[in-house]
């Protein structure tokens, strides 16, 4: 509970909704089920890596690409950066 005897409030100090209370009840229910997770212990912690990617980074680059071949692939809809990196990575995979 907060000072004025409110359950939640936003990180500017403001009052939640309804809504916004119904949603967070059930998340702290489960947090406050959570006592029975064993600790971690200073050995795991140890090899710990911080900020370290779960996949594969991808690098951002600027590529020039013929007129219709952007258009074509624009033409089939919204995605066209993820089919763009799509068409060459098929490729690759193909020769390997």
């Known amino acids: 509970m907060c000072e004025d005897g409110t359950k939640y409030r936003t990180f500017d100090d403001e009052t939640l909704t309804l809504s916004e209370i119904a949603r967070l009840d059930p998340v702290e229910a ?3 089920d959570a006592g029975d997770i064993a600790e971690t212990s200073d050995a795991a912690w140890a ?5 370290r990617p779960a996949k594969a ?3 951002a680059i600027s590529v020039r ?3 219709e ?3 074509w692939v624009r033409a089939r809809g919204s995605g066209d950066r993820t089919e763009i990196n ?3 990575r098929e490729k690759m995979l ?3």
């Open 57 to 59: 980074m991808k690098a």
């Open 86 to 88: 799509r068409l060459p």
């Open 47 to 51: 090899s710990a890596v911080r900020g």
């Open 69 to 71: 071949a952007l258009a």
């Open 30 to 32: 489960r947090l406050q």
């Open 94 to 96: 193909s020769e390997t």
């Open 65 to 67: 690409l013929d007129a």
